[in-house]
């Protein structure tokens, strides 16, 4: 615990704001053949940064082009909101475009979710905002809802759809990266990484679910090689990287692909 016998993987979130919907696709395009292994978008209504009412699209409908766009790749929401959907829709909405990635094969398709934080999505579309507390228990609620609504569905998704959980709470948030994640995108430094996971490990032994799958992601945003270092030491196997457009920094993703393909070796 964690999983460490697995390749470093290089995630990059195209943040789906400040560009025509042309640019995303020539986006992604490009970092798929660059060779990276999975692309992200988020899950919000308006720009996290710059002009908040600047050019934004809405994150599913374009997660179902990306998995008819790409053909090696993994993606997924870096993360979806609970609150925005009934969490059977969820569990539709996730099988269906696995389905769509598989092409024959199996589905690329990462559930990323999460209990929802931006308030100006609830006000403007009219969802309750309501308090983190409550926000985490329709997050446990809709998780449970989601895992037995893919045991229902005809056809069933192509492989068991990797969950991915973002958050560092220790009394809510990890005992539900220990119930049900497979990846855990964990926004802590190296040196507060083994005080996280020796908690996802005892909430793991309350669950009774073994925690030795489970990949820890965590964000390059701000960081340099010695920091990324630190982290793979600390067990992270998934690095993320935020990535705007339209004038998109591909030397940066060069260099960390590099870096990558250096712990590869």
Same mark, same amino acid.
């Given at each position: 615990?964690?999983?460490?016998?697995?390749?470093?993987?290089?995630?990059?979130?195209?943040?789906?704001?400040?560009?025509?919907?042309?640019?995303?696709?020539?986006?992604?395009?490009?970092?798929?053949?660059?060779?990276?292994?999975?692309?992200?978008?988020?899950?919000?209504?308006?720009?996290?940064?710059?002009?908040?009412?600047?050019?934004?699209?809405?994150?599913?409908?374009?997660?179902?082009?990306?998995?008819?766009?790409?053909?090696?790749?993994?993606?997924?929401?870096?993360?979806?909101?609970?609150?925005?959907?009934?969490?059977?829709?969820?569990?539709?909405?996730?099988?269906?475009?696995?389905?769509?990635?598989?092409?024959?094969?199996?589905?690329?398709?990462?559930?990323?979710?999460?209990?929802?934080?931006?308030?100006?999505?609830?006000?403007?579309?009219?969802?309750?905002?309501?308090?983190?507390?409550?926000?985490?228990?329709? @997050?446990?609620?809709? #998780?449970?809802? /989601? =895992? %037995?609504?893919? !045991?229902?569905?005809?056809?069933?998704?192509?492989?068991? $759809?990797?969950?991915?959980?973002?958050?560092?709470?220790?009394?809510?948030?990890?005992?539900?990266?220990?119930?049900?994640?497979?990846?855990?995108?964990?926004?802590?430094?190296?040196?507060? @990484?083994?005080?996280? #996971?020796?908690? /996802? =490990? %005892?909430?793991? !032994?309350?669950?009774?679910?073994?925690?030795?799958?489970? $990949?820890?992601?965590?964000?390059?945003?701000?960081?340099?090689?010695?920091?990324?270092?630190?982290?793979?030491?600390?067990?992270?196997?998934?690095?993320?990287?935020?990535?705007?457009?339209?004038?998109?920094?591909?030397?940066?993703?060069?260099?960390?692909?590099?870096?990558?393909?250096?712990?590869?070796?």
């Amino acid at each position: 615990m964690p999983l460490l016998d697995t390749p470093v993987r290089l995630g990059i979130q195209l943040q789906p704001q400040h560009a025509l919907y042309p640019a995303f696709r020539e986006a992604v395009m490009r970092l798929e053949e660059m060779g990276v292994d999975i692309l992200f978008n988020w899950d919000h209504f308006f720009p996290l940064s710059g002009d908040p009412d600047g050019l934004h699209f809405e994150g599913w409908t374009m997660l179902a082009a990306w998995a008819e766009q790409t053909e090696r790749v993994e993606f997924g929401a870096l993360v979806n909101c609970n609150s925005y959907r009934n969490p059977d829709l969820q569990a539709d909405m996730a099988r269906t475009i696995d389905h769509i990635s598989a092409k024959g094969g199996t589905g690329r398709f990462i559930f990323g979710t999460g209990a929802g934080w931006f308030e100006r999505d609830y006000d403007e579309y009219g969802y309750e905002f309501g308090t983190p507390g409550s926000r985490l228990r329709d @997050l446990e609620q809709g #998780l449970a809802r /989601i =895992e %037995k609504r893919w !045991e229902k569905l005809n056809p069933a998704p192509t492989r068991r $759809i990797p969950v991915m959980i973002g958050g560092q709470g220790e009394q809510k948030t990890l005992r539900l990266v220990a119930r049900h994640a497979d990846i855990w995108h964990s926004f802590v430094g190296p040196d507060n @990484l083994p005080h996280k #996971l020796s908690v /996802i =490990e %005892k909430w793991a !032994e309350v669950e009774q679910r073994p925690t030795d799958g489970l $990949i820890i992601s965590n964000e390059l945003k701000d960081r340099d090689a010695d920091v990324a270092d630190a982290l793979y030491d600390s067990g992270v196997r998934l690095y993320t990287l935020g990535f705007q457009g339209p004038d998109w920094d591909y030397a940066l993703v060069e260099r960390w692909l590099r870096w990558r393909d250096g712990k590869n070796a």
